[in-house]
């Protein structure tokens, strides 16, 4: 089992490792740490898949490859390509699958893992690790940090949205502060909690010094 963990991190790092749109082998290595601290807490679930799932999460993202189908195929290779009953492999899999739905889509997590691995990933998009990545992300994509004129808090339209006209403190608004209450498990909502205050307090101290306020 060892020696899998080892081959999906080396095949992680080498297939992450030079993004910076928030995806690198750091962020991966974050949630499997996530995952661990809530899997400790939660006693429930198989850590392997668990770690597995954590380890692989990111790998068939769209924007990470040149199409989903793409990305899928690349893992699926990967799984094939290493040891594992075929149980255990799907069971992986179907965790990555529900944990990388995306947008409008609503899919019924029906494993522990699946729901521990998601609500790593989600932690990491919040709290001072979520404030970096946000601002790094609208970065790479030339958004501007703030638009006080195109977002009042939260208030921008969808289609203004669409248009690509988002600045990263909108993201805010549009996702990570709505990430709390989306939690599976007991223990990931604790810490939601408290990296979600951390993140209010950002944006009051971030208005107070765009207003020029003391
Ligand atoms: P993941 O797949 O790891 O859950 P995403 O691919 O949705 O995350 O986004 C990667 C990081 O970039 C996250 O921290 C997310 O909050 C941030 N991000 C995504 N979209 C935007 C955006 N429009 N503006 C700023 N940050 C964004
Ligand atoms: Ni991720």
Not at 40 to 46: I, N, R, T, V, W
Not at 92 to 120: F, H, N, W
Not at 146 to 174: C, K, Q, W
């Amino acid at each position: 089992m060892r020696d899998n963990i080892a081959m999906a991190e080396e095949f992680v790092k080498t297939e992450l490792g030079k993004d910076s749109s928030g995806h690198d082998w750091h962020h991966i290595d974050r949630v499997r740490k996530n995952a661990r601290l809530i899997w400790s807490k939660e006693q429930q679930g198989d850590w392997f898949i668990i770690e597995m799932a954590a380890l692989l999460h990111d790998i068939p993202d769209d924007k990470l490859n040149e199409s989903e189908e793409a990305g899928w195929l690349k893992l699926d290779s990967f799984l094939q390509s290493i040891q594992l009953d075929s149980e255990t492999s799907s069971r992986i899999r179907s965790c990555i699958e529900t944990v990388s739905y995306k947008g409008g889509r609503m899919i019924e997590l029906d494993s522990i893992e699946a729901e521990i691995v998601q609500d790593a990933d989600r932690l990491d998009a919040l709290g001072a690790i979520g404030i970096a990545r946000t601002f790094a992300f609208g970065g790479k994509k030339g958004h501007p940090i703030y638009e006080p004129d195109l977002n009042i808090r939260g208030e921008m339209t969808l289609a203004e949205y669409r248009n690509g006209d988002s600045s990263s403190v909108n993201h805010f608004y549009e996702k990570l502060l709505k990430l709390k209450v989306k939690m599976n498990t007991d223990h990931a909502r604790q810490l939601a909690e408290e990296r979600h205050q951390f993140m209010e307090t950002f944006l009051d101290q971030f208005y107070s010094e765009w207003n020029g306020k003391a």
